[in-house]
DNA sequence: GCCAACGTTGGC
DNA sequence: GCCAACGTTGGC
């Protein structure tokens, strides 16, 4: 089991992490990354990378369990379609600015890992999470995803 | 609901 | 190419 690690943020009201759960083998594509940051991260992306997935913007945000990705970064369609919320006047079928994966439910977790407690962790308090509290796409290293891996 | 952080847009 | 204005994210 090698691979990179990811940790990708949803808000519990539109997707959590039970609604992952139910879209079972056939995952979900991750899509409304709309940030040119995160969509670089989204197409460094390899097939079976473990995913962190994130409660934000909810009363206890935390790592609430884990995905992996089932498919690597292609044209986000919702760019083009303008009934679509995530619609983009500046993408083309040609020239499609923005990309999305699919991910598919691996975990979830006993326990969340809260943001609290992972601010008072040291090997934890240089994650991008912490630092860029903005980014919903962000890289964990595996000396961070070992820290997590024992917490739990 | 407030507000800090910060990415994006557009005028010049 | 600078930078002010604006919009969004997300913790609290």
């Excluded at 999470?129 to 903005?134: A, I, N």
Aim: hydrophobic residues 40%; positive net charge.
């Amino acid at each position: 089991m090698s691979g990179k690690y990811w940790l990708l943020k949803t808000e519990p009201n539109e997707f959590s992490i039970d609604a992952l759960k139910a879209k079972g083998n056939q995952g979900e594509p991750w899509d409304g990354i709309r940030n040119y940051q995160a969509r670089n991260f989204l197409r460094e992306m390899t097939l079976d990378d473990t995913v962190l997935i994130y409660h934000s913007a909810c009363a206890t945000p935390a790592i609430v369990g884990e995905a992996k990705i089932i498919r690597t970064a292609y044209d986000d369609y919702n760019a083009l379609d303008p009934n679509s919320k995530y619609f983009d006047a500046k993408s083309t079928p040609e020239k499609n600015r923005w990309s999305l994966v699919d991910v598919c439910f691996v975990e979830k977790w006993a326990k969340p890992l809260t943001l609290s407690q992972i601010k008072t962790i040291a090997e934890l308090s240089a994650m991008k999470l912490v630092k860029q509290s903005r980014l919903s796409v962000s890289p964990v290293t595996a000396k961070e995803y070992d820290a997590i891996a024992s917490l739990r």
